[in-house]
Nanobody, 123 residues
Framework: QVQLVESGGGLVQAGGSLRLSCAVSGRTFSGYAMAWFRQAPGKEREYVAAITRSGGRTYYADSVKGRFTISRDNAKNTVYLQMNSLKPEDTAVYYC????????????????WGQGTQVTVSS
């Protein structure tokens, strides 16, 4: 079994930055592609970013491209999401997810999920 624990969420003003972390335990971290998703109140969960098992390739939703950066440290079993130039529309619960194969932008293709961390961006 794989356990994922997110941290780093909080309240920030528009234009500010936050760095989310997701600590993974239970299996070989480097064997999993990782992704971040988010869900705002009343909306469906949406894809934010993904990173390959080696960290060599990253992918982003158009809505965050150029503002967010996903990265991973396989020695620390942790994936990160650096969020800059935050906007009120980025307000959501952010989830990290693990997939025991390649990356995907589809939430249904991820095997393991964290409990989520709240990000609130005030205008």
């Amino acid at each position: 079994q794989v356990q994922l624990v997110e941290s780093g969420g909080g309240l920030v003003q528009a234009g500010g930055s936050l760095r989310l972390s997701c600590a993974v335990s239970g299996r070989t971290f480097s064997g999993y592609a990782m992704a971040w998703f988010r869900q705002a109140p009343g909306k469906e969960r949406e894809y934010v970013a993904a990173i390959t098992r080696s960290g060599g390739r990253t992918y982003y939703a158009d809505s965050v491209k150029g503002r967010f950066t996903i990265s991973r440290d396989n020695a620390k079993n942790t994936v990160y999401l650096q969020m800059n130039s935050l906007k009120p529309e980025d307000t959501a619960v952010y989830y990290c997810a693990a997939r025991s194969s390649g990356t995907s932008y589809l939430s249904r293709e991820y095997n393991y999920w964290g409990q989520g961390t709240q990000v609130t961006v005030s205008s």
